[in-house]
Nanobody, 124 residues
Framework: QVQLVVSGGGLVQAGGSLTLSCTDS????????MGWFRQAPGKEREFVGA????????YYAESVKGRFTISRDGVKNTVYLQMSSLKPEDTAVYYC?????????????????WGQGTQVTVSS
């Protein structure tokens, strides 16, 4: 059974860095992808980035390219979202999710299991 646990959120000043982690307590993944999404107050949930389990291919939203990095640890069944050069507009609740899809997994409807979300607040 898939159970995703998200950790690492918090308050950071603009320009700072923060790393989120998402661990699946179920059986190790060998295929599919893990994605990160975020939702700011009054806005729709949006894609942040994703990584495939098989070969580590990454996908990023244009708004975070060059600032955010996704990596995975297959042994720990954990995916990391390293965020740097944070901006106030990055403030949101961040979620991780899994999908069996490995081909451009950028749409939220592809994902069947979601973590509980963690708040990231970037102060100006």
């Amino acid at each position: 059974q898939v159970q995703l646990v998200v950790s690492g959120g918090g308050l950071v000043q603009a320009g700072g860095s923060l790393t989120l982690s998402c661990t699946d307590s179920g059986p190790p993944f060998s295929s599919g992808s893990m994605g990160w999404f975020r939702q700011a107050p009054g806005k729709e949930r949006e894609f942040v980035g994703a990584i495939t389990w098989s070969d580590g291919t990454t996908y990023y939203a244009e708004s975070v390219k060059g600032r955010f990095t996704i990596s995975r640890d297959g042994v720990k069944n954990t995916v990391y979202l390293q965020m740097s050069s944070l901006k106030p507009e990055d403030t949101a609740v961040y979620y991780c999710a899994t999908t069996p899809n490995s081909n451009s997994p950028t749409k939220s409807w592809l994902y069947g299991y979601w973590g509980q979300g963690t708040q990231v607040t970037v102060s100006s």
